[in-house]
């Protein structure tokens, strides 16, 4: 019965979390685009996600029998990696932050999100679908 | 930690942020000729001073420092300072404030410098209000889960 | 159809086929009368419905691998994603309605009367 959340569904589930991280600290920065001395931060999880999920299966194990542990199970281990971003300019006050990149980064977040819960959607209601129906 | 009401927060901060700023540039525009304040002398150009404070729920977890240190911080208006750079004196003898010698001192203040700074801080107000409005959609969006 | 008793209705079921003398297939022309030579007339329906499942099952994996790049970001192409997706999905529905198809066609033929 835990085959029934696949570790697609997870893996969704999981970069929502994330991203909703990143848009929290997307919009600290945007917030603090003017305070002196403020380095614009960064929220990094795509490999720590892949990783969890074993993307490429190459570290897959599998199990045969329940006290085995197998990888890619589910990803509530993902830790993001906040850090402050090194590619911006510090202006004469100290402050990194790039306006733009930042207002185009929470947009890109905000497409990815959605899309991610879109997806999520279209998979519970096929298995509703497909278990409803007669 | 991670939820949206966090990001409301943050650009609730700035979106005030920038409002006291809008303050007290409105404050200087309209004072650019004034001679007399309430602290003697002119009018003195007023600033704000920003600061980012990490993100928490109520004040006493900052002083207690149970909860972990936030990665979100926040944009605070600290101070508001005045100005300390030197009057301009211009001479006119007959003015009422003229001091002994006949110049008047008016406020060291630049129109162009205050419109500049007029617009930067609309532009970050409506930066911050785009974020809000980005992570309202975000948040009602994840309501239709399952719907 | 002559001869049509339960244990031809069950080799239809297993083989796809009807051995019969008058019986019809899967993507071949109707006429009467022509003999019931079926074994290299076309797929029997057994395979049809298996190659369906399999097509399902790879549009199904290629929405997983599609979404699965999508959250950990090796893709920007929402579009794709979401075609993706949405083939599958629809794939899955088809299917199932066939499967009802086919177990209402069943319940409708042990109903009747020989």
Do not use: C, W
């Not at chain 1, 892949?50 to 589910?74: F, K, Q």
């Amino acid at each position: 019965m835990s085959n029934l959340f696949d570790k697609t569904t997870n893996a969704l589930a999981t970069s929502l979390a994330m991203r909703q991280l990143r848009h929290n600290v997307t919009a600290a920065n945007v917030a603090n685009a003017e305070t002196p001395g403020y380095h614009a931060k960064k929220v990094d999880f795509e490999e720590a996600l892949s990783r969890a999920i074993d993307l490429d299966g190459l570290r897959g194990m599998s199990t045969s029998s329940n006290e085995h542990i197998s990888v890619g199970g589910p990803s509530a281990a993902v830790r993001p990696d906040i850090y402050e971003n090194p590619e911006g300019a510090i202006n004469n006050d100290g402050n990194t932050v790039d306006l733009e990149k930042e207002m185009s980064a929470l947009s890109e977040n905000a497409i990815l999100y959605k899309s991610a819960l879109q997806l999520i959607n279209k998979k519970m209601a096929a298995l509703k679908y497909a278990i409803g129906d007669r | 930690m991670a939820d949206f009401f966090t990001g409301m927060r943050i650009s609730g901060s700035g979106m005030a942020a920038q409002r006291m700023r809008m303050n007290t540039i409105s404050s200087n525009i309209a004072n650019i000729n004034t001679t007399q304040s309430p602290e003697g002398g002119p009018y003195r150009r007023k600033d704000v001073v920003f600061e980012a404070m990490p993100d928490v729920k109520n004040f006493g977890d900052i002083v207690s420092a149970t909860s972990p240190k936030s990665d979100f911080q926040r944009v605070q208006v600290t101070d508001i300072i005045s100005d300390r750079k030197a009057p301009i004196l211009k001479y006119e003898p007959d003015h009422p404030d003229a001091n002994p010698e006949g110049y008047v001192a008016y406020p060291n203040i630049n129109l162009m410098e205050e419109m500049t700074n007029m617009i930067q801080a609309s532009r970050s107000y409506e930066a911050n209000v785009s974020a809000m409005q980005a992570t309202k959609d975000m948040a009602l969006s994840s309501l239709e889960i399952g719907r | 159809m002559a001869g049509f008793t339960v244990s031809s209705a069950n080799k239809f079921l297993e083989s796809g086929a009807m051995r019969d003398a008058k019986s019809l297939t899967v993507e071949q022309p109707l006429s009467p009368g022509s003999s019931g030579s079926v074994s290299d007339a076309g797929k029997s329906f057994a395979d049809t419905l298996k190659g369906a499942i399999e097509n399902v099952n790879q549009l199904q994996k290629a929405s997983d691998k599609a979404a699965q790049d999508l959250a950990t970001g090796r893709t920007d192409n929402v579009a794709d994603v979401m075609i993706a997706a949405e083939k599958a999905d629809i794939a899955l529905r088809v299917m199932v309605q066939m499967r009802n198809k086919i177990v209402d066609a069943y319940q409708e033929i042990m109903k009747m009367q020989v």
